[in-house]
């Protein structure tokens, strides 16, 4: 009888164990070699481009990006691509670590000799200016047919070159700014801008 009761048990906490997990997998996000891919774009992200010159679109979207701080990379008609990005200084982001902050000052003793003793104590001050680290975001924007799709990344790196943050930076309140801009380009008449 306590045989049977362990087996049960047994299958028991083995078929709660597999729910958990086949819970769990049911609630994790695509993998990046899925159809989906690991940076799935949002709805703003992507919307129907409209009929229209398509070397039209081409320069609004340059002019829209550029209006916001980035710089254009790359165009390509062919395809319909504009590439831009946007560096940005991210202040005390880099003196997280220090000690000292942004002053450079660092310094040694040192106690020692061959033939006899010495003794001897460096100072120095520096670092040079402008070491905040860089947050860079690049966009592409590209209308291959009928819909347009908008892609941004964003890398975070020290003065040094060093990697800080990586992630991708698609937030839906940008698409949606940047197609109104390109909208408002293309038809100035309707939203009484001049271009």
Do not use: H
């Amino acid at each position: 009888m306590n045989d049977l009761r362990y087996r049960l048990g047994c299958w028991a906490a083995m078929c709660v164990g597999l729910g958990v997990l086949s819970g769990c997998q049911a609630m994790s996000a695509p993998e990046p070699t899925s159809a989906m891919g690991g940076n799935a774009l949002p709805a703003a992200c992507r919307w129907p481009a409209g009929s229209g010159d398509p070397l039209a679109r081409l320069r609004a979207t340059r002019d829209a990006l550029e209006s916001q701080g980035y710089a254009i990379l790359d165009t390509d008609a062919t395809l319909g691509l504009v590439s831009a990005e946007r560096k940005t200084a991210q202040p005390g982001l880099g003196a997280v670590n220090s000690p000292f902050g942004r002053s450079g000052f660092w310094g040694g003793f040192g106690l020692g000799g061959r033939n006899g003793y010495s003794l001897g104590v460096f100072q120095n001050f520096g670092g040079g200016y402008n070491t905040d680290p860089v947050q860079i975001e690049r966009v592409s924007v590209v209308t291959p047919e009928k819909t347009t799709l908008v892609d941004r990344d964003s890398v975070v790196v020290d003065y040094n070159g060093y990697l800080i943050d990586a992630r991708s930076y698609n937030q839906p309140s940008f698409c949606q700014q940047l197609r109104q801009d390109i909208e408002s380009r293309l038809n100035p008449s309707a939203t009484g801008v001049t271009p």
